[in-house]
């Protein structure tokens, strides 16, 4: 039973930082795509960023060159977002999926809640 469990959201200030974490649990052979979505009120989720097995990783355009996905030996997915905007504020959920190159989770976490405000 794969189980992930994010951490690390919070209230920020507008150009803050904040670092979420992603443990997984359960894990099969055979590697996992890992993922980060966010979603607001009203909205649907969103991709924010995905990493695949191999390191390769893209992100939205509302967050490049501001947000650093990575992962580690351990199955921790992390997201690094900087210079926050009160734009990305919203539940931020970390997802997993069986597969070398496909990004669209079939496992999630709870979600963690980003307030970015002033």
């Known amino acids: 039973q794969v189980q992930l469990v994010e951490s690390g959201g919070g209230l920020v200030q507008p150009g803050g930082s904040l670092t979420l974490s992603c443990a997984a649990s359960g894990f099969t052979s055979g590697g996992y795509v890992m993922s980060w979505y966010r979603q607001t009120p009203g909205k649907e989720r969103e991709l924010v960023a995905y990493i695949l097995l191999d390191g390769k990783t893209r992100y939205a355009d509302s967050v490049q060159d501001r947000f650093l996905i990575s992962r580690d030996a351990t199955d921790t997915t992390y997201l690094q977002m900087n210079n926050l905007k009160p734009e990305d504020t919203g539940m931020y959920y970390c997802?997993?999926?069986?597969?070398?190159?496909?990004?669209?989770?079939?496992?999630w976490g709870q979600g963690t809640q980003v307030t970015v405000s002033s």
């Open positions: 997802g997993a999926r069986h597969s070398s190159y496909n990004y669209v989770p079939n496992f």
